[in-house]
């Protein structure tokens, strides 16, 4: 560590973004295995072409290391550099084995099938710099130093940890859900029929950069433990969280979010309608269909793919379209919008709707300060 | 045909007991692939033994055609045997290939894992004859003469016609819910869970020979479409019947029920706690247990392990001890003794027990008449 960091004072600097930050992360931990690096130019065109690594392994988002031309001029190939955090911290040095244009036009049609600039995983892209660099890291630290290093470290639990305690649980077959919502009663509906079905549950929130609009990760972490206290079953449940950037790739990202759990030791993963997706870009099967133009072994993970859910008075409980029939007025549904006036005015959605312990967290956060 | 049965009015007779004619028409309509017939000595031995075939081919009991010392002295290998329903109707012609001892001490502590002559089906092979006959057959006919032949006409699909059907709603996975009892809440739950996660519900009641104590076959057909009608999404839900007979033998016949099923052409097998099992003779997760002694392939089709439900208060909802932390005086759970109390008194049971649907089905049969 020394000697990286000695040898780190003298190499080119990287700032990286907030969105690098997370992947630097994810590569770290072992979440994105099994690339050990920002990615080359041969899997670069792989990944955009063809889902797949230059080998011929499933992998559908380029994990790339962006730089503008400032930043290009300082580096070799087949030199090193050193990758900061933007608060300062030394976070790794890079084997710098390739530089090469960000063929932008390749990634963007191909990665969010759209060129729409509104779309913000599409303007992510566009903002980046013009080059890649391309090779393995070394890590020294995933933790910046001012910042939050303790945002939820115990629930950060990286993949090998969260394989090793899958088995001192006992269990062979795990659900998990990835969310970056709150958990209200549609989505504890699809959890709990999952875990119906296999001996455990991960619930694993992306807590790494989201889009403006979402609710922030502190603020839905009060809300899973306080569903989990409430409403899970503890030796069936495990919460941890998953440190990745949201990219809003919606099928493609359906298809990261599988292969980073079963790094994770997952077995099942819950796809739900349009996973991954932003306003209208996706088909609402898109992310669910995805998955059959793989053969299984491609992906080594079961989608669990469900349909929307909600309260039915007649049937007295949740049900989705494929178990329970459309009768006029049955059905307990709220829009987002709805939602989010009740919530502002310190007003609890039915409990059909949402549990009201989780209700009153995010009461807490909409009425004690204008939300993020 | 003309020319089996003109062959079969000189062959020696064998009048089959109800079980045996329920293996016939369960061979005869491919349920029971891959045999072809009564099985031989080799089969029947690997069968007892390892639970497989000769081959190697998983299978794990027995599916004999016993008979006595008189019907065996009529009987020599190489010959041909005619197969008679009790009434009188020629259903079969056997190819008798072989001629062996019933090796009941073999046969009974293997597939029942106990000797007990209270055990209704370890009583069912005591009481059969001492002679097994193997050996492939020609089948005229299932459907006996005098006996409501159209029984469940409209509902007795067999596999090639399942599959067929299968794939023409385009159903890929496909989960089966066995089932010889009405369907009350608890195992609506079970069926929806597993319609959450596949394209569609095969719910497939055994109708063949049950215990004294069971619900007719026609009551509970009753049940089915009733709760089909109100709860279920048409679509999504397929109901024939399934004409095998029980023998209670828990954890091999949970086994016996997922390979049937393969054959109808279902991917996902909803198994139970005691699926299979009568009084106390078999552990609660034994009949799902037995599934990890096997590799994947070796059964072909995948299980859905599932424990008990019942409606929760607090949960608003159905929930096992899987997905809701014990409450008490939370849950509503009524005894079989109380339920059929009450139906017996024309009262409902609770609407978080029985959908009032079905439980009118059963006091309408309850108080109308003594019930079988």
């Known amino acids: 560590m020394a000697a990286l ?5 003298s190499l080119p600097a990287i700032t990286l ?6 992947d630097l992360e994810m590569i770290a931990i072992g979440a994105f295995s099994p690339l050990t690096g920002f990615v080359g130019k041969a899997d670069f065109e792989g990944i955009c072409k063809d889902m797949r690594l230059a080998d011929g392994t499933v992998w559908p ?3 790339t290391l962006a730089v503008d031309d400032e930043v290009k001029a300082t580096l070799s190939e087949g030199s090193s550099a050193a990758l900061f955090h933007s608060d300062g911290t030394l976070l790794a040095i890079i084997d710098v084995q390739e530089i090469y244009a960000h063929d932008k036009a390749l990634e963007i049609p191909n990665v969010f099938r759209t060129e729409d600039d509104a779309h913000p995983g599409v303007a992510a892209v566009q903002e980046e710099g013009d080059w890649l660099v391309g090779g393995p890291i070394h890590v020294l630290t995933v933790v910046p130093e001012n910042e939050p ?3 939820f470290t115990e629930h950060r639990l990286p993949p090998a940890e969260t394989r090793a305690d899958f088995e001192s649980r006992g269990w062979n077959t795990i659900a998990a859900f990835q969310t970056r919502n709150p958990i209200h009663r549609a989505h504890e509906y699809l959890c709990k029929c999952a875990t119906e079905i296999c001996d ?3 619930i694993h929130p992306l807590v790494g950069e989201t889009k403006p609009g979402d609710i922030p990760a502190d603020v839905r972490m009060d809300c899973y433990t306080t569903i989990i206290e409430h409403y899970f079953v503890d030796e069936r449940t495990l919460l941890t969280v998953m440190p990745a950037a949201m990219r809003y790739a919606g099928p493609r990202e359906a298809v990261l979010h599988a292969l980073i759990r079963k790094n994770y030791g997952v077995s099942h993963f819950i796809v739900g309608r349009d996973h991954a997706g932003v306003g209208d870009y996706y088909g609402t099967y898109d992310a669910q269909n995805i998955f059959d133009e793989f053969e299984p072994g491609d992906i080594g993970i079961i989608p669990l793919k469900f349909e929307h859910a909600a309260y039915s008075k007649k049937a007295q409980g949740m049900v989705s379209a494929k178990t329970f029939p459309k009768l006029e007025g049955d059905q307990i549904f709220l829009s987002g919008t709805k939602v989010r006036e009740m919530l502002a005015k310190g007003e609890r959605p039915p409990g059909e709707f949402s549990r009201p312990e989780v209700a009153d967290v995010l009461i807490k956060w909409a009425t004690s300060e204008v939300p993020a």
Chains 1, 2 share one sequence.
């Open 5 to 9: 960091r000695e040898k780190a004072s």
């Open 17 to 22: 973004s907030a969105k690098q930050a997370c």
């Open 61 to 63: 988002i380029p994990i």
């Open 149 to 151: 290093g303790e945002q």
């Open 200 to 202: 455990g549950l991960l």
